[in-house]
């Protein structure tokens, strides 16, 4: 099993900054096959980014993800109000599909 | 617009067995193009893939689970289902279904959209 692990834990900022977050997997993940998700309080998470660098249908695009083999991050430039959540990176290189535990985005 | 709708009890008693549904409007279920999936996040914690089944009925699960999971699919109801046997405070949490990309189609096994979530607590 792949093991992600996010961070950092929780990110402080303020709007019109830009955001970094990681995502290190135990093991290269296959043709990067990564998904990032954002989540609000007492929301269904909602996909951003597919195969690591992919935005996903109606995504802004001051969203933008890279990366390849163990290291992958999701950047987010100009931080507007209703970004600020938790995000997840999922890998679905190979079965079982694993998540990270979360990085928690909050203002500053 | 595809939606997808959580519905089963909020509340099951420990060693019983939780069923839950999943009712899928606004295209088909039998696409070959899709599985269909179970996810689940206990409060306050991350996110668990259960497993995933096809309009055909094939499934496959997170060996990291235990056999206690099952899922099923009625194409005709546009519905597919999770069964969860013995369960434990352990199985408290909120249980997502949500659409889930192929690689043969998509490129990928990707989760979107996703219902909104019911929320299941285990307590006697």
């Known amino acids: 099993e792949i093991v992600l692990t996010q961070s950092p834990g929780t990110l402080s900022l303020s709007p019109g900054e830009s955001a970094t977050l990681s995502c290190r997997a135990s093991q290269s993940v296959s043709s990067s096959y990564l998904a990032w998700y954002q989540q609000k309080p007492g929301q269904a998470p909602r996909l951003l980014i597919y195969g690591a660098s992919s935005r996903a249908t109606g995504i802004p695009d001051r969203f933008s993800g890279s990366g390849s083999g163990t290291d992958f991050t999701l950047t987010i430039s100009r931080l507007e109000p209703e970004d600020f959540a938790v995000y997840y990176c999922?890998?679905?290189?190979?079965?079982?599909?694993?998540f990270g535990q979360g990085t928690k985005l909050e203002i500053k | 617009q595809l939606q997808l709708q959580e519905s089963g009890p909020g509340l099951v008693k420990p060693s019983e067995t939780l069923s839950l549904t999943c009712t899928v409007s606004g295209d088909s279920i039998n696409s070959i193009s899709y599985y269909w999936a179970w996810i689940r996040q206990p409060p306050g914690k991350g996110l668990e893939w259960i497993g995933s089944?096809?309009?055909?009925?094939?499934?496959y699960y997170n060996p990291s689970l235990k056999s206690r999971f099952t899922i099923s699919i009625d194409t005709s109801k546009y519905q597919f289902s999770l069964q969860v046997s013995s369960v434990t405070a352990a199985d408290t949490a909120v249980y997502y279904c949500?659409?889930?990309?192929?690689?043969?189609?998509?490129?990928?096994?990707?989760?979107?959209?996703w219902g909104q979530g019911t929320l299941v607590t285990v307590s006697s």
């Open positions: 949500a659409r889930q990309t192929t690689v043969a189609v998509s490129g990928g096994n990707w989760f979107d959209p």
């Open positions: 999922q890998q679905y290189g190979s079965s079982p599909y694993t």
């Open positions: 089944i096809y309009y055909s009925g094939n499934t």
